[in-house]
């Protein structure tokens, strides 16, 4: 057991959430692996999840535009889009183990992170930081002007969401703000402007979030509540179910209506009953009691993505 205010030395072991020898930390240089567990390379499940939304964008705005699913550059968006996920997913772990750097080595699961372990110093994550924020921009600057705009406003999501936690039980609405924002940016990069189903499949992607991410935060609720922060997890305790029916029935209609605001084709629904079948297994089977069930019920949210985004694909005929 943990002794919850200080973690100790064996429940560390047993609770960590750093993968100690992933395959892609396996092909760099030892001297750059904290820096990699720093940008959670060794965990690409909060990469998939900030990365599907930008390609449900992009594949909707191409049903707007059919002409754009036979363009060359639909292809080069996708891949460009998923590198800045990649990037910006790891900046903004970065930036939040910097702010949390007192609370990680209070909790059994994140105690041996890099920065809170001694691996890497608060100067050197700040750092690396500058270069992770450096390559995003250059990345972002591929996108019209308009796209960038959008783009760049999601900083001030991304800069507080670290500090939600410490004030409101709601911080994985925040997390939703911020992780969402790509439904935004994809569609103004093929479109150029901002419309209403970019603005639904927002939404629908804040509820989604708000589901799995009180799912993960039932790993943490007990080290949570002693250190003082806050979470959904906490906020709706044994109600957590009727919540999470809740936030995946909002994530399924406000697909569906986008969806239908732009007359999608079969293969679309097809996905989207998937994806609402997957939801019930997940709230059906969980036992927020267990963290490991609760990591690997969040984990199984690329499901989601990729059910969608292969519906998404399909009706675009692509």
Same mark, same amino acid.
């Given at each position: 057991?943990?002794?919850?205010?200080?973690?100790?030395?064996?429940?560390?072991?047993?609770?960590?959430?750093?993968?100690?020898?992933?395959?892609?930390?396996?092909?760099?240089?030892?001297?750059?692996?904290? %820096?990699?567990?720093?940008? =959670?390379?060794?965990?690409?499940?909060?990469? $998939? @999840?900030? /990365?599907?939304?930008? !390609?449900?964008? #992009?594949?909707?705005?191409?049903?707007?535009?059919?002409?754009?699913?036979?363009?060359?550059?639909?292809?080069?968006?996708?891949?460009?889009?998923?590198?800045?996920?990649?990037?910006?997913?790891?900046?903004?772990?970065?930036?939040?183990?910097?702010?949390?750097?007192?609370?990680?080595?209070?909790?059994?699961?994140?105690?041996?992170?890099?920065?809170?372990?001694?691996?890497?110093?608060?100067?050197?994550?700040?750092?690396?930081?500058?270069?992770?924020?450096?390559?995003?921009?250059?990345?972002?600057?591929?996108?019209?002007?308009?796209?960038?705009?959008?783009?760049?406003?999601?900083?001030?999501?991304?800069?507080? %969401?670290?500090?939600?936690? =410490?004030?409101?039980?709601?911080?994985?609405? $925040? @997390?939703? /703000?911020?992780?969402? !924002?790509?439904? #935004?940016?994809?569609?103004?990069?093929?479109?150029?402007?901002?419309?209403?189903?970019?603005?639904?499949?927002?939404?629908?992607?804040?509820?989604?979030?708000?589901?799995?991410?009180?799912?993960?935060?039932?790993?943490?609720?007990?080290?949570?509540?002693?250190?003082?922060?806050?979470?959904?997890?906490?906020?709706?305790?044994?109600?957590?179910?009727?919540?999470?029916?809740?936030?995946?029935?909002?994530?399924?209609?406000?697909?569906?209506?986008?969806?239908?605001?732009?007359?999608?084709?079969?293969?679309?629904?097809?996905?989207?009953?998937?994806?609402?079948?997957?939801?019930?297994?997940?709230?059906?089977?969980?036992?927020?009691?267990?963290?490991?069930?609760?990591?690997?019920?969040?984990?199984?949210?690329?499901?989601?993505?990729?059910?969608?985004?292969?519906?998404?694909?399909?009706?675009?005929?692509?």
């Amino acid at each position: 057991m943990s002794s919850r205010g200080n973690a100790t030395v064996n429940d560390t072991t047993l609770r960590s959430d750093i993968v100690q020898s992933h395959w892609a930390l396996r092909l760099m240089p030892k001297a750059a692996w904290p %820096y990699m567990k720093l940008a =959670r390379l060794d965990r690409p499940i909060g990469t $998939w @999840l900030l /990365l599907f939304p930008c !390609w449900w964008s #992009l594949s909707l705005a191409t049903a707007a535009s059919p002409a754009h699913s036979l363009d060359p550059s639909f292809a080069w968006l996708f891949l460009l889009f998923a590198v800045g996920a990649l990037v910006m997913r790891g900046a903004g772990c970065t930036f939040n183990d910097i702010v949390d750097r007192d609370f990680d080595i209070k909790v059994a699961r994140t105690a041996d992170r890099p920065i809170p372990s001694g691996q890497v110093t608060t100067k050197q994550a700040v750092a690396f930081l500058g270069l992770q924020l450096l390559v995003g921009l250059i990345i972002l600057l591929q996108l019209n002007w308009y796209a960038v705009v959008v783009g760049a406003a999601s900083l001030l999501l991304v800069f507080t %969401y670290p500090f939600m936690k =410490r004030i409101t039980y709601w911080p994985q609405a $925040w @997390l939703g /703000l911020t992780f969402n !924002w790509g439904a #935004l940016v994809g569609w103004a990069t093929i479109q150029g402007i901002l419309d209403w189903p970019a603005v639904i499949l927002y939404a629908a992607g804040i509820a989604w979030t708000l589901g799995y991410d009180t799912i993960y935060a039932h790993q943490d609720k007990e080290d949570d509540a002693l250190i003082g922060v806050k979470s959904t997890a906490l906020k709706f305790g044994s109600a957590t179910k009727t919540w999470l029916w809740f936030f995946y029935a909002l994530t399924s209609l406000l697909l569906a209506a986008t969806g239908a605001s732009l007359g999608l084709p079969w293969p679309f629904w097809l996905g989207l009953a998937a994806v609402a079948i997957h939801f019930c297994w997940q709230i059906t089977t969980l036992d927020t009691d267990n963290p490991q069930d609760c990591l690997t019920k969040f984990k199984s949210n690329r499901f989601v993505g990729w059910l969608l985004l292969a519906g998404l694909l399909l009706s675009n005929g692509i």
